[in-house]
């Protein structure tokens, strides 16, 4: 039985297409031209191809680094001393950095980032003073004492001149490709309170990030990305090898990127065998305990100052934190040190805290990529959450459930972009969503009993479909600082995951998303990945066009109603042929799941690729045959795994109870 509640837009297409052709009367005035000729237009369809850059012998057409593919070194050794009298920091470093681009360099860039807390910063100009990413009114900034370049034994003072959160050094001579220059820097900066939520201090804890002058990346995309730190976007830094020294009043306990060196100095025997214990121990070992703090028994001696020295290997920051108060908790797993570090006021939420690290490594490494450095840290204090090579900042946090999302949610951060490394202060995206979507398995394996990993994706989902359907929310490929802070999360973290499950459950299939995800993050380890370097690898690792699917949920911003229009219905004898049109009422695409019931009870699904809509984007149809049987009702996403505006329109008959 023909619907005939309305006019359906495909009936009057195809009324159109079919009506005769009346020949024109003599003398009839024709009808104006059009302003354009539309044949003449170019594809603008989700479906045409994307305008990505060609491949280079820098990066391949693939999607993988090219065979000239290159990137700078930075080897640094740091030395760092804690001055908690006037909470202050005094730093030193020796810099060698090795030009392995095909381009002569005549001056260097410098992250300079405790500049964005003095008066009159650009940070202090776009995020309120008490925001989470404001200046909260320090005055702070890094004080350079000297800057040389040393060469053969000489030392040259370099003319430097400050850009607000970077700084440009003038070489003393040009730097060929493959050769090596090598620096001699101190400098000093008062230590802020609240440094926009990245680093800061806390009573007698202090938590020290963005705290040496870092090498700005020179890449084969833009050259030198100088980019502000304004506190919302992140980091692009260079890899390299670390020695870290860090000098703290003997009381204290660190906490760093690398491996401790030089346990025997800093550490008591008793700690050091704990430590030994810990390394072949998938439970818990107490490596400080409450009864050491209480009795001065954590440290080897309270008074002086003591050095700590740490080294890592090809990482791309080093950053510690300190406390006289920290307990120390420590696991293992397959050789690799999971810390966790909390005063005493944190213990009822933080007793876990390393079996959550251990667990979050392991949970990667299987699923991703080994974890290929030594050690992993979480690390409690004031900062919300904060991630580093090897070091997690987290707060208390108010229960376990809580404080494990938080944990697990830093420690992929060494996948994303600690290990591949992304661009943060341009692609918010490709680390944060990244991370958010592998976070879904970690935190449903850690805690089934608070959500599937498909129950997470499905929580998630309907937050997206919330904010289109307020029409707050923002495109993804969109500069982190310019994003409204209000829309941060659910921009860059949630809508960036929810479209990755949406990818491999829908789209790709998890077996070939697994395998495509896991190629783009072995590729890119250590590297340097663009939008564009993933979008061609998931592609060529795929072995599936998905310029529509990229367009739609990492370039564009459009919005998702999938619809039943018209239902036409037919009985020959025992046989019902029933034509259906599905409609699109927006511009995203996404696949078609159809169920349809019968009146014996009785359902049967038809599932169609996002694809059949790519000569049509607006509507589709299909004629189905059932013998013996009579259609009640069709439901669209029955199951709820897609992102749609309107589920009223999801169901046939009109008025019937959408499940």
């Known amino acids: 039985m023909l619907n005939t509640s ?63 593919y290159f990137q700078q070194r930075a080897d640094y050794d740091l030395h ?26 005549r001056y260097l860039w410098f992250q300079t980032e405790q500049n964005a807390f003095k008066n009159g910063s650009l940070n202090s100009f776009v995020f309120p003073a008490d925001s989470r990413f404001g200046a909260r009114n320090f005055e702070g900034g890094d004080v350079f004492d000297r800057f040389n370049q040393v060469s053969a034994g000489k030392k040259t003072a370099l003319k430097t001149r400050v850009e607000g959160t970077v700084m440009k050094v003038d070489l003393a001579a040009p730097l060929a490709p493959g050769q090596t220059a090598t620096f001699d820097v101190a400098w000093h900066f008062n230590i802020p309170e609240h440094g926009a939520d990245r680093m800061g201090r806390d009573g007698a804890l202090y938590e020290l990030a963005q705290w040496y002058p870092r090498l700005c990346v020179y890449d084969d995309l833009r050259g030198w990305n100088t980019e502000p730190y304004l506190g919302q976007g992140e980091f692009y830094l260079e890899y390299g090898d670390y020695n870290l020294s860090v000098t703290v009043p003997a009381g204290y306990i660190v906490a760093a990127t690398g491996a401790l060196q030089n346990a025997a100095e800093v550490l008591t025997p008793a700690e050091i065998a704990r430590l030994a214990k810990a390394a072949k121990s998938d439970t818990t070992v107490h490596i400080v305990t409450p009864a050491d703090l209480t009795s001065g028994a954590a440290r080897p001696r309270k008074t002086g100052m003591m050095t700590w020295r740490f080294a890592a290997k090809n990482v791309r920051d080093a950053v510690w934190a300190a406390s006289p108060d920290y307990l120390w908790d420590a696991s293992s797993w397959q050789g690799r040190m999971a810390f966790a570090y909390y005063r005493p006021s944190a213990t009822e939420t933080w007793k876990d805290a390393a079996d959550m690290s251990r667990m979050s490594i392991m949970e990667y490494s299987e699923r991703w990529f080994p974890y290929p450095y030594p050690q992993i840290s979480a690390v409690e204090g004031p900062i919300s959450g904060m991630e580093y090579p090897m070091l997690a900042m987290e707060d208390k946090n108010p229960d376990k459930y809580a404080l494990y999302n938080v944990i697990t949610h830093e420690i992929g951060h060494m996948w994303f972009p600690m290990i591949v490394g992304s661009n943060e202060r341009m692609h918010m995206w490709q680390d ?3 991370n958010t979507f592998i976070n879904y398995f970690s935190e449903a394996r850690r805690f089934p009993e608070k959500g599937t990993y498909a129950q997470r994706v499905q929580h998630d989902r309907d937050q997206v479909v919330n904010f289109m359907q307020h029409g707050v929310d923002e495109p993804l490929e969109i500069n982190p600082d310019r994003i409204n802070p209000q829309l941060l999360g659910e921009n860059a973290y949630v809508k960036t995951a929810v479209g990755l499950a949406l990818l491999r459950d829908e789209i790709m299939g998890p077996a070939a998303f697994d ?42 911003n459009p919005h998702f109603d999938q619809a039943i229009d018209t239902v036409a219905r037919k009985r020959t004898a025992d046989v019902e042929s029933d034509t259906v049109v599905y409609a699109n009422h927006a511009r995203g695409v996404l696949p078609i799941h159809a169920r349809f019931v019968f009146t014996d009870g009785t359902t049967q699904n038809f599932d169609y690729p996002a694809e059949v809509w790519s000569t049509n984007t607006t509507f589709y149809v299909r004629t189905y045959e059932f013998k013996g049987k009579t259609l009640s009702k069709i439901v669209l996403d029955p199951d709820n795994r897609l992102p749609d505006l309107d589920r009223a329109n999801n169901v046939w008959p009109r008025g019937s109870v959408t499940p």
Not at 84 to 105: F, H, I, W
Not at 526 to 554: I, Q
């Open 6 to 68: 309305r006019i359906s837009a495909v009936a009057l297409l195809l009324s159109a297409l079919t009506a005769p052709l009346v020949a024109q009367a003599p003398g009839a005035q024709r009808p104006p031209r059009p302003a354009f000729d539309p044949t003449g237009v170019a594809d603008t369809s989700l479906f045409a191809p994307l305008n990505l850059p060609a491949g280079t012998i820098y990066r391949s057409g693939d999607g993988a680094p090219g065979p000239r």
């Open 432 to 434: 944060e969503g990244f």
């Open 515 to 556: 395998d495509a995800f896991r190629e783009y993050t072995r590729r890119w380890a250590f590297k340097h990945p663009s939008p564009t370097d993933f979008f061609k690898t998931m592609e060529d690792a795929g072995g599936r066009r998905l310029d529509w699917f990229f367009r739609e949920w990492f370039i564009e």
């Open 80 to 105: 760092g001393t804690l001055d908690t009298a006037a909470k202050a920091l005094n730093g030193e470093m020796t810099l060698k950095y090795t030009n392995n681009s095909p381009d002569t360099l």
